[in-house]
């Protein structure tokens, strides 16, 4: 079951959010920065049909934002294994890359088609695994400016809502 909790932008940019883990509901140890979510215009996906040049492209227009952030608590659990998923993903950019230049060394070789055929699925599942997110925590925004923060703990959103009740409402700065 997902968990959800709305946000105006003044709640979590005068006053940090509470310290609990959003994830495992434990006491957090970090705040983790994520950005909102814009979703791209459908037809982005035609980029798909370019090839590795269009993957590229598709990556960059997939991961932007509008530059709207919430600090997120985590606890050191959750820290660690974003630490272990970058790590990984350090290693898939290197290999990414060496499978580049061994495509573009044995170019014009008669074992060219056949490494062919069997990088470039390698390659479009390494910018595949690089455009996916840490899922479990994802913000998107919506048309009235609210901030939506999905896939919680229930001990977080019980948090968020004391939180709410134990400070005066948010006031626009001049």
């Given at each position: 079951m997902e968990m959800t909790v709305r946000l105006h932008p003044l709640?979590?940019?005068q006053r940090h959010l509470p310290f609990v883990?959003?994830?495992?509901g434990e006491p957090a140890a970090w705040y983790r920065r994520v950005h909102a979510d814009r979703p791209p215009h459908p037809a982005v996906?035609?980029?798909?049909?370019?090839?590795?040049?269009?993957w590229l492209i598709l990556l960059f227009a997939?991961?932007?934002s509008d530059?709207?952030?919430?600090?997120?608590?985590?606890?050191?659990?959750?820290?660690?294994?974003?630490?272990?998923?970058?790590?990984?993903?350090?290693?898939?950019t290197a290999a990414m890359?060496?499978?580049?230049v061994v495509l573009i060394a044995t170019a014009g070789s008669p074992l060219w088609p056949a490494l062919w055929i069997i990088f470039v699925p390698v390659i479009a599942?390494?910018?595949?695994?690089?455009?996916?997110?840490?899922?479990?925590?994802?913000?998107t925004l919506d048309g009235v400016g609210l901030v939506t923060i999905h896939t919680f703990h229930p001990n977080f959103v019980a948090?968020?809502?004391?939180?709410?009740?134990?400070?005066?409402?948010?006031?626009p700065r001049p």
């Open positions: 709640e979590f940019t883990c959003a994830l495992t996906y035609l980029l798909l049909l370019l090839g590795p040049l269009g997939v991961t932007r530059g709207t952030a919430v600090e997120i608590p985590i606890s050191q659990y959750v820290y660690d294994q974003i630490a272990e998923r970058r790590r990984r993903f350090r290693w898939l890359i060496a499978e580049v599942m390494g910018f595949w695994v690089g455009m996916v997110k840490d899922h479990r925590i994802r913000l948090a968020i809502e004391r939180w709410r009740q134990s400070a005066p409402a948010p006031t």
